[in-house]
């Protein structure tokens, strides 16, 4: 039997709702922004201070505040959607070799430059610089992650160029600048100068000895002739590069440095052939260049050049280490924001067992990264004594392993917290899922990296101690960290007697194993106890998992998410 309705009758009963009903938002999170970015984290403000930089507290502070706000949360997202541009010529046919950018990064930089994070260290120096800089690097880095590789070169050549004194007699007080300039002009006009690098070429990668830039020597310096295929930031004021000697008859490499503007004004020969479509990193240009005939001006000692440059790449080696710090800091920040004011099943998705060991062992990483990264900027700060000194040579090399191999991990489960929002571009994690992998390859991948630690235990055999002295000082504070203690010494004593193959193909496990010892001993000592025990038992203990989210019974998972 069927049923039939009169017009009125059926425009009756199909009326339209209201309109927008179904948009009306609900059980969605406010937006994360005015939330001072270093108050908010105990645990970066407890390691400044307890690594010597508690006098830095009002201006880091400061920093928070403004990374917090959403104007420069929006710089950082239009940084990343609107990406730099080669413009190779001017309209009139002259090559011009310049990158352009949208506004917003050139804010970002400005700020990070008027705050210090690139040569604060350098340029006011005293006791708790470098973690001071450390801390100021971190909170940029943790909101927008591409313009810190200028940053950052631009802290590290310090130490090289004092291998050329008529050069950082004219260029420190430029790189000491705290404002900026995007433009190319004469460096002497600018407020403040940045660097870059390049060193690697196709033909070699890592392996920069296989370099083919040549290096022809004139009066006042040397012509550059060669293909770079990474050189970093190539709008930056300045470069190192290493090149082989040409009238050397063993073609030995020295570092040269590369004005890209003259002092009279006139523009280097710097030919930016293309950017590199880059996974993540998006609003940082990293490109191709060709010099023919560029003029440089070398540093160091001739055919010395990768130990002429070797301590601006443990640096920005360090500077990978905070860079990703603050990427698992920003990860874990955005992760607990979003469980904190979304509920699903009837509750509030962070007061779900499942999804509170989930964040608490994600805030866990990031609490005994952060505490790496501020330890290690202590041991490179200035009035560093000859154990500091052979400590940070080998600990800066195994944390760059360890932390960075855990980074892009750690950026995706903070993702799947989000669900199908983390994996827009709408929110940051995407973005921060792309970022993370780029500091586990740049200056050294994990196969250099772990090489790099295999020489450094064979050429400075008391780096081995200064590193066990850092681990003993969390002796018998568990057992269990003892345990992993005696496995390092044990792995330490067999690799050093191990043929190079043997040696090689274990250096990996070691390494890693060593950058877990150094956290698990920064968490006895600096971490509370309820973080400390989560951290040994969910790393080392019996029950331990391969993902996060395995968490030791009984954690106490109020106190420690407190923290972040």
Known sequence: ???????????????????????????????????????????LREAVQAFGAGWADTA?????????????????????????????????????????????????????????????????????????????FSLFAQVEPGHACPISMTHAVVPALEHAPDLAQTWLPRLFGTGYDGTLRTPGEKPGVLMGMAMTEKQG???VRANETVATRVEGGALLTGHKWFCSAPMSDAFLVLAREGNDPEGRISCFFVPRV???????????????????????????????????????????????IIEMVARTRLDCVIGTAAGMRQAVAEAL??????????????????????????????????????????????????QE????????????????????????????????????EDFPLAMRYREQPVSAIWEGSGNVIALDVLR?????????????????????????????????????????????????????????????ALQAGLMLRYAPSASAEAFIGARLGEDRGIDYGVLPAGTDHATILARH
Not at 9 to 33: D, F, K, Y
């Open 262 to 308: 003259l002092e009279d004004g006139t523009r280097n020969e710097f030919r930016v052939q293309r950017l590199k479509n880059k996974l993540g990193n998006k609003s940082n240009a990293s490109s191709e260049i060709e010099l023919d005939g560029t003029v440089a001006f070398p540093v160091g000692e001739a055919g010395r050049g990768v130990r002429t």
């Open 1 to 43: 039997m069927s049923t039939t309705f009169t017009a009125s009758e059926t425009s009756t009963i199909l009326r339209p709702a209201p309109a927008g009903r179904t948009h009306t938002v609900s059980n969605q999170p406010p937006e994360r922004t005015e939330i001072n970015e270093y108050t908010s984290f105990p645990v």
């Open 456 to 516: 450094a235990l064979a050429r400075e055999p008391e780096s081995i101690a200064a590193f066990d002295a850092e681990l003993a000082l969390a002796a018998g504070a568990d057992p269990r960290f003892d345990a992993l203690r005696a496995r390092v010494q044990q792995g330490l004593a067999e690799i050093a007697g191990a043929p190079v193959d043997v040696a090689q193909a274990g250096a990996r496990g070691l390494v890693g194993t060593m950058g877990l």
């Open 60 to 136: 880091l502070t400061e920093t928070g505040a403004h990374v917090g706000t959403a104007e420069f949360q929006e710089d950082a997202r239009l940084a990343n959607a609107e990406t730099p541009e080669l413009v190779s010529f001017d309209h009139r046919g002259n090559r011009i070799d310049e990158v352009r950018y949208h506004p917003s990064y050139h804010r970002v930089i400005g700020a990070a430059t008027a705050a210090g994070a690139h040569t604060s260290a350098w340029a006011k120096p005293q006791p708790g610089a470098h973690v001071a800089r450390a801390a100021t």
């Open 205 to 207: 990668g890592s392996d």
């Open 337 to 386: 924001w979003h469980v904190r004011h979304r509920e699903a099943f009837g509750r509030t998705l962070v007061d779900q067992p499942a999804m509170t060991n989930v964040v608490t062992d994600l805030a866990l990483e990031s609490e005994a990264s952060t505490l790496l990264a501020m330890r290690l900027a202590a041991a490179h700060e200035d009035a560093a004594d000859a």
């Open 389 to 424: 000194q052979s400590f940070r040579r080998l600990a800066t090399a195994v944390a760059k392993y360890r932390i960075c191999k855990r980074g892009p991990a750690h950026a995706c489960e903070a993702m799947e917290c989000l669900g199908g929002n983390g994996y827009t």
